[in-house]
């Protein structure tokens, strides 16, 4: 565990992407790398924790033995639920958790370095603009925004997609800005404009390649889910992670 002693961001935005970085590594935690994270949390071991570091990466730990702590600690014991309840409701318990966790760390630092009123409702505005980890795991941070956006939109945009020859079956299409020319772009962009990745929980961006997950339908960046462009025009029906290990798990 980082602890916090060798890393203390000083600034709203160094704070910021402390946040970010942390809140990264969580997410994969819980979606693209949910297989290790439950091997992990193996309900015979003592209490352990979730941790996210700065850097984007995550470990599944003892909580630190110095009180008080350097940093907020994250909530005790995960892995003792996780045999006792479904695998989506485990992941979205220690998602509200998660999501605690990060909060109780950020406004941490504006504490011990002084924010005042304005920094600190700053802080929370740029936390706030992004979906929550509970809201990424579960998803509901895609349902909000498809709320927004019509169904015959979306079957529109499937039809163009599969005459371009992109996954006709399995209403799988990619979101490339140089593959829309036509003068329906900027329609395009507005629809997705609140899509959100189900890995890193990032809104949609035209420049990006994304694929959509035939059994869940989560939107996710290619480079999240490790796709590419080339590999997706193979695939008849795609399966993230999440789905895949469901499968996969006796």
Same mark, same amino acid.
């Given at each position: 565990?980082?602890?916090?002693?060798?890393?203390?961001?000083?600034? $709203?935005?160094e704070? /910021?992407?402390?946040?970010? #970085?942390?809140?990264?590594?969580?997410? *994969?935690? %819980?979606? =693209?790398?949910?297989?290790?994270?439950?091997?992990?949390?193996?309900?015979?071991?003592?209490?352990?924790?979730?941790?996210?570091?700065?850097?984007?990466?995550?470990?599944?730990?003892?909580p630190?033995?110095?009180?008080?702590?350097?940093?907020?600690?994250?909530?005790?014991?995960?892995?003792?639920?996780?045999?006792?309840?479904q695998?989506?409701d485990?992941?979205?318990?220690?998602?509200v958790?998660?999501?605690?966790?990060l909060?109780a $760390?950020?406004f941490? /630092?504006?504490?011990?370095? #002084?924010?005042?009123?304005?920094?600190? *409702?700053r %802080?929370f =505005?740029?936390?706030?603009?992004?979906?929550?980890?509970?809201?990424?795991?579960?998803?509901?941070?895609?349902?909000?925004?498809?709320?927004?956006?019509?169904?015959?939109?979306?079957?529109?945009?499937?039809?163009?997609?599969?005459?371009?020859?992109?996954?006709?079956?399995?209403?799988?299409?990619?979101?490339?800005?140089?593959d829309?020319?036509d003068?329906?772009?900027?329609?395009?962009?507005?629809?997705?404009?609140?899509?959100?990745?189900g890995?890193?929980?990032e809104?949609?961006?035209?420049d990006?390649?994304w694929?959509?997950?035939?059994?869940?339908?989560?939107?996710?960046?290619?480079?999240?889910?490790?796709?590419?462009?080339?590999?997706?025009?193979?695939?008849?029906?795609y399966?993230?992670?999440?789905?895949?290990?469901k499968?996969?798990?006796?």
């Amino acid at each position: 565990m980082d602890g916090g002693a060798q890393y203390n961001p000083r600034t $709203v935005e160094e704070v /910021f992407r402390d946040f970010k #970085g942390r809140r990264a590594g969580m997410i *994969k935690a %819980l979606t =693209t790398e949910v297989e290790e994270f439950y091997q992990q949390c193996d309900p015979e071991k003592d209490n352990l924790c979730l941790y996210g570091f700065p850097n984007e990466q995550w470990e599944v730990n003892l909580p630190a033995e110095e009180v008080p702590p350097e940093l907020p600690e994250p909530a005790l014991g995960i892995n003792f639920a996780r045999d006792g309840m479904q695998d989506k409701d485990w992941l979205s318990l220690v998602a509200v958790h998660s999501d605690a966790w990060l909060l109780a $760390v950020a406004f941490y /630092f504006g504490a011990r370095f #002084g924010f005042d009123k304005a920094d600190r *409702k700053r %802080l929370f =505005t740029m936390i706030n603009d992004l979906p929550t980890i509970f809201e990424v795991v579960t998803g509901s941070a895609k349902k909000h925004a498809k709320e927004k956006s019509s169904v015959s939109n979306h079957t529109d945009n499937k039809s163009k997609a599969s005459s371009k020859g992109r996954g006709s079956e399995s209403g799988k299409y990619s979101k490339q800005a140089k593959d829309e020319e036509d003068e329906g772009l900027d329609e395009d962009e507005e629809e997705h404009g609140e899509t959100l990745c189900g890995a890193c929980g990032e809104n949609y961006a035209s420049d990006e390649f994304w694929i959509c997950c035939d059994i869940c339908e989560k939107w996710f960046h290619g480079k999240c889910v490790k796709i590419t462009p080339a590999r997706a025009e193979h695939i008849k029906q795609y399966k993230c992670p999440s789905c895949s290990n469901k499968r996969a798990r006796p």
